[in-house]
Nanobody, 115 residues
Framework: QVQLVESGGGLVQPGGSLRLSCVVS????????MGWYRQAPGKQRELVAS???????HYAESVKGRFAVSRDNAKKTVYLRMNSLKFEDTADYYC?????????WGRGTQVTVSS
């Protein structure tokens, strides 16, 4: 059973930065492509960044150039560095595999961008 525990969210002003972490516990194959997702109030969950086992990264257009995803397989942790945060980045952020079947979702970490 794999568990995903996200952390690092918080309240930040526009233009600020945060670094999110996702610790994967349990049986995790380092070859999985991992993604960061977010869900804003009243909206569907969307994939904003992903990173393969070969460290190939992809980003949604809305975050390209501002967010950076990384991973440390030894620590079974995936990171999301978020810079130049905007109001529209406000959401609950989650990590998970990109491929199906996905792991059970964690509780996420809340990011609020507000002045």
């Amino acid at each position: 059973q794999v568990q995903l525990v996200e952390s690092g969210g918080g309240l930040v002003q526009p233009g600020g930065s945060l670094r999110l972490s996702c610790v994967v516990s349990g049986s995790w194959i380092n070859g999985d492509t991992m993604g960061w997702y977010r869900q804003a109030p009243g909206k569907q969950r969307e994939l904003v960044a992903s990173i393969s086992s070969f460290l190939s990264t992809h980003y949604a257009e809305s975050v390209k150039g501002r967010f950076a995803v990384s991973r440390d397989n030894a620590k079974k942790t995936v990171y999301l560095r978020m810079n130049s945060l905007k109001f529209e980045d406000t959401a609950d952020y989650y990590c998970n595999k990109v491929s199906v079947p996905q792991f059970d979702w964690g509780r996420g970490t809340q990011v609020t961008v507000s002045s």
